[in-house]
Antibody, heavy 118, light 107 residues
Framework: QVQLQESGPGLVKPSETLSLTCTVS????????WSWIRQPPGKGLEWIGY???????NSNPSLKSRVTVSLDTSKNQFSLKLNSVTAADTAVYYC????????????WGQGTLVTVSS | AIQMTQSPSSLSASVGDRVTITCRAS??????LYWYQQKPGEAPKVLIY???SLQTGVPSRFSGSASGTDFTLTISRLQPEDFAAYYC?????????FGQGTKVEIK
């Protein structure tokens, strides 16, 4: 059974960089899209970006150039970096896998709350 | 970016009711429309893809349809486990965009 698990600091200071890792177990990184999605407390969902197993990436232009999504196939992990964070970046961050299309998600992590506060 | 306007934002219904949720796209998205269900404290789960195709394992009381740029999720007979939030999502035009969500609550 494929499992995804987010990890990283739960508290980040304003203007700093949010860094999260998603560890994939029970399956390979190869052949899939690996995405990040976030949800501010009590609000809706926002697609952040993905990295394809080949290394191709794509991200939401609403986040401008603050986002980096990357892959570490040797560790079966992928990562998110979001720089210059503000309180508006406070959210539950989910990692997810998709197969045929980038947002047709079949497996998700449980989500991790990241709070931006000094 | 394409705007997905979802309505209502919340509704109260009883077990056995028929429930309809709508998403209107700001432009043509063809059939590139998903519906996700999210229960409190959980990650979302896909119910429907390509407007009306039921994800494996999803009960047949869930169905999807479209009329132009209006998309509808219907739950034919609401069950206790269906009380959740529902989101539409389009990926026809980059970037993918979600609707604002509909919270289905117990009346």
């Amino acid at each position: 059974q494929v499992q995804l698990q987010e990890s990283g600091p739960g508290l980040v200071k304003p203007s700093e960089t949010l860094s999260l890792t998603c560890t994939v177990s029970g399956g390979s990184i190869s052949g899939y899209y690996w995405s990040w999605i976030r949800q501010p407390p009590g609000k809706g969902l926002e697609w952040i970006g993905y990295v394809y197993y080949s290394g191709t990436t794509n991200s939401n232009p609403s986040l401008k150039s603050r986002v980096t999504v990357s892959l570490d196939t040797s560790k079966n992990q992928f990562s998110l970096k979001l720089n210059s964070v503000t309180a508006a970046d406070t959210a539950v961050y989910y990692c997810a896998r998709s197969v045929t299309r980038a947002v047709y998600f079949d497996y998700w992590g449980q989500g991790t709350l990241v709070t931006v506060s000094s | 970016a394409i705007q997905m306007t979802q309505s209502p934002s919340s509704l109260s219904a009883s077990v056995g009711d028929r429930v309809t949720i709508t998403c209107r796209a700001s432009q043509d998205i063809r059939n590139d429309l998903y519906w996700y269900q999210q229960k409190p404290g959980e990650a979302p789960k896909v119910l429907i893809y390509d407007v009306s195709s039921l994800q494996t394992g999803v009960p047949s009381r869930f169905s999807g349809s479209a009329s132009g740029t209006d998309f509808t999720l219907t739950i034919s007979r609401l069950q206790p486990e269906d009380f959740a939030a529902y989101y539409c999502l389009q990926d026809h035009i980059y970037p993918p965009t979600f609707g604002q969500g509909t919270k289905v609550e117990i009346k």
